[in-house]
């Protein structure tokens, strides 16, 4: 008997509850972290927040999963690299995207990545309904002109790194099919050596004063270690179209934590083509393909 039989025998709803809030939790914890995040770029930037929290939460992943214990074939090697590169340009981006943009519509635009993944192997006509709901959001945070036109610059940044989490998906994929922790561990220290020059080259020595180091570590703990910790919990309770639909949300979450911590307001097209997007997610979910795990 697994925790899941011990689970199953109390009450549906109760069982359902507690990962669901975890879940919950876990992105409200990843999109409040990221909003602090943006906070600190006064002080070190960018790519100098990326550097720490890519770098700490390496530190962390190492300490927990010791990949070191075990045997690690060259193909496997390769695959963990361009897994963790694909991790670190992810977040190198979608910091850079943060500067100029909302939160909100930078977390939107970045789901462009894990939609299209999802809805690249669908041969049903009634995905193009959801295709197009996708595209219409998107299309309408694009810089068109407009009083709230976004910056160019930052919603480049997060269509990059939208194309970098599509590319996460299809490598953690291929290195996750060893030992997950293993490929994890490696490709956040992978992610760590590619962030750590940018985040050298933009904050230089205020990398490491105190302050900084303490708001980096606030930031992996709330934007990793906890969210993932809480994303595992809720996994392995919940079916993955269920997960999936939650984790449809996170653009929504994203622009509530953007005001809350940030006050970000976005105003009414924006709100719409989020909605469009998070709606997208969901029809592509309940249609049996999930979009993919989270950054």
């Known amino acids: ?35 602090f995040a943006k906070g600190l770029f006064p002080v070190i930037g960018p790519s100098g927040v990326t ?7 390496a530190l962390i992943l190492l300490a927990v999963w010791r990949p070191w214990r075990r045997s690690l074939g060259r193909r496997d090697a390769g695959w963990i690299v361009l897994y963790g590169a694909a991790l670190g340009a992810m977040n190198l981006m979608f910091y850079q995207a ?17 939609l299209a993944v999802a809805l690249s192997a669908s041969r049903r006509a009634a995905d193009l309904f959801w295709i197009g709901l996708a595209v219409l959001g998107l299309g309408l945070l694009l810089p068109l ?5 976004l910056d160019p610059v930052g919603v480049a940044y997060a269509l990059g790194a939208a194309l970098a989490w599509a590319l996460y998906i299809l490598f953690g994929q291929r290195a996750g099919r060893g030992h997950g922790g293993q490929a994890v561990s490696l490709g956040m220290a992978t992610a760590a050596l590619l962030a750590l020059p940018f985040g050298l ?17 606030a930031v992996a703990v709330a934007s990793s270690a ?56 969901l029809g ?12």
Do not use: H, K, W
């Open 226 to 281: 906890l969210p993932y910790s809480l994303e595992m919990f809720a996994l392995r309770r919940l079916d993955r179209q269920s997960f999936g639909v939650l984790m449809s949300v996170e653009p929504a979450i994203a622009s509530l934590a953007a005001l809350l911590v940030l006050g970000e307001r976005l105003d009414g097209v924006q709100g719409f083509a989020i909605a469009c997007v998070v709606a997208a997610s």
């Open 51 to 57: 550097a720490l929290r890519v770098g700490f939460s």
């Open 201 to 217: 080259a933009e904050a230089g020595a205020s990398l490491f004063t105190p302050a900084a180091l303490a708001g980096g570590l």
């Open 145 to 149: 002109g407009g009083a709230g036109a």
């Open 284 to 295: 592509v979910t309940l249609r049996g393909r999930p979009a993919g795990p989270s950054p």
């Open 1 to 35: 008997m697994d925790d899941r039989d011990v689970i199953g025998n109390g009450s549906g709803a109760e069982s359902r509850l507690l990962p669901v809030a975890a879940l919950v939790a876990g992105m409200v914890s990843l999109q409040c972290g990221a909003a």
């Open 98 to 114: 943060l500067r100029t943009i909302p939160l909100g519509p930078a977390v939107a635009i970045e789901f462009a990545g894990p």
